[in-house]
């Protein structure tokens, strides 16, 4: 017996799986990873899309430039170039060289999860949003990036629309976003397969099944693979969906199944 059987197994033979409490228990992780991979796919092609998003919006913006270039540490615009905002999905830009806004008035645009960015008088800021996350991660959530220091020094809209027209996401950057996804799907799947495991070791002892807690885990986490799946499709359709309800109960549902020819020890006497 090894995963790929029960693999099939957990598709169309669910009475097979209480065989996998005779797997060895890196095997059992290795599968645990497998499934992981499955239910972190969804949630990668949505970061993906809105790196996209942001590409696309940002071509968008770039396009309703005029033309400014920044020397010596000053915001240079074309005679007659008038300040603008402009919002998309997913950036709400100003564009300002008279001065009539600041780093605040660019928080304040800012809704849902747009990000602020804007070329201001005297600096160019960023505005990323509200989220605890972002604010103990970096500490803030604004960004200014004054003129004077001379960083942006020599940037023109002309060099800007040609950087955003030739970019692209590197494969190592995308390898990097998958990592970083499937560590918190990992440990969240780990949690979820712990709680099948104690109720299925509950329903084994009720129901005399000479099972030990590690059989139960082990059975259980295949028998998680048809709800991982179902809920690995769901996500791709509704990103909003809460899958560790469906995963638990299917899960355990499928537990009941795969034990039915379990042996059972002798009732204790009265």
Not at 126 to 148: H, K, R
Not at 150 to 157: A, E, M
Request: aromatic letters at 12%; charged letters at 15%.
């Amino acid at each position: 017996m090894n995963s790929f059987t029960l693999f099939k197994h957990s598709l169309f033979q669910l009475t097979d799986l209480h065989q996998a409490k005779k797997m060895p228990f890196w095997k059992v992780i290795l599968y645990v990873v497998f499934l992981s991979i499955i239910l972190a796919l969804p949630i990668t092609k949505q970061i993906f899309s809105i790196m996209q998003d942001i590409k696309s919006d940002g071509q968008e913006i770039a396009a309703k430039l005029p033309d400014f270039n920044i020397t010596d540490g000053k915001l240079k615009t074309a005679s007659g170039a008038k300040g603008f905002i402009y919002q998309t999905n997913s950036i709400i830009f100003t564009f300002d060289p008279d001065g009539k806004r600041s780093l605040n008035d660019v928080t304040a645009d800012s809704v849902g999860n747009a990000v602020g960015l804007g070329f201001l008088q005297d600096e160019f800021v960023v505005s990323l949003p509200n989220s605890s996350a972002a604010d103990s991660l970096l500490g803030t959530n604004q960004f200014e990036v004054p003129y004077a220091k001379g960083t942006l020094d020599g940037l023109n809209s002309t060099d800007l629309k040609k950087a955003l027209d030739e970019a692209s996401v590197p494969f190592w950057i995308k390898l990097i976003v998958f990592v970083v996804t499937l560590y918190p799907t990992f440990i969240n799947l780990v949690i979820n397969l712990l709680m099948i495991a104690i109720g299925a070791n509950l329903y084994s002892k009720i129901r005399l099944y000479k099972l030990r807690f590690l059989d139960c885990l082990k059975i259980s986490t295949y028998c998680a693979t048809f709800p991982v799946i179902v809920s690995s499709i769901l996500h791709f359709i509704n990103r909003s969906f809460d899958d560790s309800f469906l995963i638990v109960f299917v899960s355990l549902l499928i537990f009941f199944f795969a034990t039915r020819t379990e042996e059972r020890q002798n009732p204790p006497l009265a």
